[in-house]
């Protein structure tokens, strides 16, 4: 069972063993100076003022701005000035500083992970912890997020970052990742990309309702994607549970964990095939969402079957009370044409766009649009939407929600999973019984 914190909204959660002095996690943004950050302050809202954390760097307050959501969870932690279990530490790479997040202690699986966000003047302190996304303007603030700079260089950043993927979950961080509290602090590395794979849960709630999902199982993938088993919680499954009525949610990507070249979907900086079992609960009532059945597609293609979910990439667009958040499709950096679902240019077949409804507000996502995607693997182009795309439409408070099966205009036959006599199997209709 997993806590759920209902008054701080959305908060990250240890899901296996992380121990004293592990690096966890870096708080990822936009490094701002203190013009622009000023500059932000003035035109943001004060629910994303506290994606902002400010610290010293060279005599000067400079910021890191998550208030953009971009899938990792540094910005989702939540503040506990009086018993944290983690710190933050400025760490130095290639001349930019970093904030990234050491365990102060060891924390198990359950624990929600955080930290003291600094002298500053939280509003939540010194009165009972309250809904979340009130105004925040000086939190998060670290005065003295490191007394001296510690410089490392891009290749034992990516070391470091291959090391946390493979050696998180339940064991130890490889010896040459960061470390802290104790360890040498020559051993601080943080990386570029260090959002770790296997460690969270964000749990949100929904009117003090609890959501869970589970791993799917797969029985049947062949080894190279099969990225879920039931032997091994793989990295890529996200659960997300989500409080409505005042804030927001976001989804994370997950990270890449080795898959042959040919199934290399989504790799480094870009995300990756992943497995989303968003359920959610409303007012009582349940949602499920399941894996699309696989039609046929070549082995090449098919990422999806009945027993091996899918890489799947979600576009959450949420807007909840009037704030947008909107993510973007990863960038892919190498896979091969076969399997490149998505580039630079054309977005992925798997690309889940959840639009919600909440409280009377639209959000409409768009289909990707591709430009150079092999005819092969053009899933979505401007005139025929792709048979993986979910378009999810959810309305709460007793709206009725409905997406449709795209239209295919020439995909070749091999691509064509939805067509007018055959509704696709990868065309999720998902409807939510509310109240
Ligand atoms: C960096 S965000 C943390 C994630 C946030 N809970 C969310 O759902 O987006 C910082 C914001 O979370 C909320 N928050 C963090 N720690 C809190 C606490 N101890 N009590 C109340 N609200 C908190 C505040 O609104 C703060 O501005």
Not at 44 to 55: R, W
Not at 80 to 103: S, T
Not at 302 to 328: V, Y
Request: with cysteine.
């Amino acid at each position: 069972m997993w806590v759920v914190i209902h008054k701080l909204g959305r908060g990250v959660f240890a899901k296996s063993d992380i121990f004293k002095g592990d690096f966890i996690l870096e708080y990822r943004g936009d490094l701002i100076d203190p013009e622009e950050s000023k500059r932000r302050r003035r035109i943001y809202h004060n629910s994303l003022k506290g994606f902002m954390f400010d610290f010293i760097w060279h005599g000067k307050f400079w910021t890191i701005d998550a208030a953009r959501d971009d899938g990792t969870l540094g910005r989702l932690v939540n503040d506990d000035h009086i018993n944290p279990n983690c710190k933050m530490k400025r760490i130095m790479v290639e001349g930019k500083p970093h904030l990234c997040l050491f365990a102060l202690k060891d924390i198990t699986p359950g624990d929600e992970i955080r930290y003291n966000y600094g002298d500053a003047d939280c509003p939540w302190r010194n009165q009972e912890e309250r809904s979340g996304m009130e105004g925040a303007s000086n939190c998060p603030r670290s005065e003295n997020a490191s007394e001296k700079d510690l410089h490392y260089t891009q290749s034992s950043l990516d070391n470091c970052t291959l090391n946390n993927q493979e050696t998180i979950s339940g064991t130890n961080q490889a010896s040459n990742c960061p470390k802290s509290d104790g360890a040498s602090e020559d051993n601080q590395h943080c990386t570029d990309s260090p959002q770790h794979d296997s460690i969270f849960h964000i749990q949100e709630t929904i009117k003090g309702t609890n959501q869970a999902s589970n791993c799917p199982k797969s029985d049947g993938a062949s080894e190279d994607n099969q990225h879920c088993t039931d032997s091994s919680q793989h990295d890529s499954i996200f659960h997300i549970q989500e409080t409505i009525k005042g804030m927001n949610q976001a989804s994370n990507c997950p990270k890449s964990d080795g898959a042959s070249e040919d199934n290399q979907h989504c790799t480094d900086s870009p995300q990756h095939d992943s497995i989303f079992h968003i359920q959610e609960t409303i007012k009582g009532t349940n949602q499920a969402s399941n894996c699309p059945k696989s039609d046929g597609a070549s082995e090449d293609n098919q990422h999806c079957t009945d027993n091996s979910q899918h890489d799947s990439i979600f576009h959450i667009q949420e807007t909840i009370k009037g704030t947008n958040q909107a993510s973007n499709c990863p960038k892919s950096d190498g896979a091969s044409e076969d399997n490149q679902h998505c580039t630079d240019n054309s977005q992925h077949d798997s690309i889940f766009h959840i639009q919600e409804t909440i409280k009377g507000t639209n959000q409409a996502s768009n289909c990707p649009k591709s430009d150079g995607a092999s005819e092969d693997n053009q899933h979505c182009t401007d005139n025929s939407q792709h048979d993986s795309i979910f378009h999810i439409q959810e309305t709460i408070k007793g709206t009725n929600q409905a997406s449709n099966c795209p239209k295919s205009d020439g995909a070749s036959e091999d691509n064509q999973h939805c067509t007018d006599s055959s509704q696709h199997d990868s065309i999720f209709h998902i409807q939510w019984l509310l109240m």
